[in-house]
């Protein structure tokens, strides 16, 4: 019986390890987390847009409409190799300021409290015809010609 030489076995525990590897999922963490820390920190009736700014840094989006909302958001995706990524957590904290820029409320969301929209199926009918692309092509074939009573 024959053994295997030291460079075949370092060659199949390299292809090991790289395939091992290759299927670790790639885990993203995106947003703006502000901490627990950091949130009990801010107090509701006392601290300004500049104090929440201080503490929690840049909002990820501002309302622009209504009460003056601040929304801190974040999320963290995992990946297999091409597979399509998948949400573990997200989080939405929600700062809420009043006329006079005092934190109001302050409001914690997260990935159970979200909604699945459905988007609309129908189509916007369009005037015209439907050309199909050799159509497309010919149909110009001869409009861009002189006629023999044109002059320039």
Not at 130 to 138: D, G, S, V, Y
């Given at each position: 019986m024959k053994k295997t030489s030291s460079p075949h076995r370092s060659l199949l525990a390299a292809c090991l390890i790289v395939t091992a590897t290759?299927?670790?999922?790639?885990i993203e963490v995106r947003g703006n987390n502000p901490q627990p820390e950091q949130l009990a920190q801010?107090?509701?009736g006392t601290s300004?847009?500049?104090d929440v700014?201080?503490?929690l840094g840049t909002p990820?989006?501002?309302?622009?409409?209504?009460?003056?909302?601040w929304h801190y958001i974040s999320a963290?995706?995992?990946r297999e190799a091409f597979f399509e990524p998948e949400v573990k957590e997200r989080k939405v904290v929600t700062v809420?300021?009043?006329?006079?820029?005092t934190v109001r409320a302050i409001d914690n969301r997260g990935l159970e409290d979200g909604k699945d929209v459905v988007p609309a199926t129908r189509?916007?009918?369009?005037?015209?015809?439907?050309?199909?692309i050799l159509q497309q092509l010919m149909g110009n074939v001869g409009r861009f010609s002189k006629s023999p009573g044109d002059k320039k």
């Amino acid at each position: 019986m024959k053994k295997t030489s030291s460079p075949h076995r370092s060659l199949l525990a390299a292809c090991l390890i790289v395939t091992a590897t290759a299927c670790s999922p790639i885990i993203e963490v995106r947003g703006n987390n502000p901490q627990p820390e950091q949130l009990a920190q801010i107090k509701v009736g006392t601290s300004t847009r500049e104090d929440v700014q201080a503490l929690l840094g840049t909002p990820s989006n501002i309302t622009p409409f209504g009460e003056e909302s601040w929304h801190y958001i974040s999320a963290i995706t995992e990946r297999e190799a091409f597979f399509e990524p998948e949400v573990k957590e997200r989080k939405v904290v929600t700062v809420v300021f009043d006329r006079a820029g005092t934190v109001r409320a302050i409001d914690n969301r997260g990935l159970e409290d979200g909604k699945d929209v459905v988007p609309a199926t129908r189509e916007t009918p369009t005037a015209g015809k439907e050309l199909t692309i050799l159509q497309q092509l010919m149909g110009n074939v001869g409009r861009f010609s002189k006629s023999p009573g044109d002059k320039k």
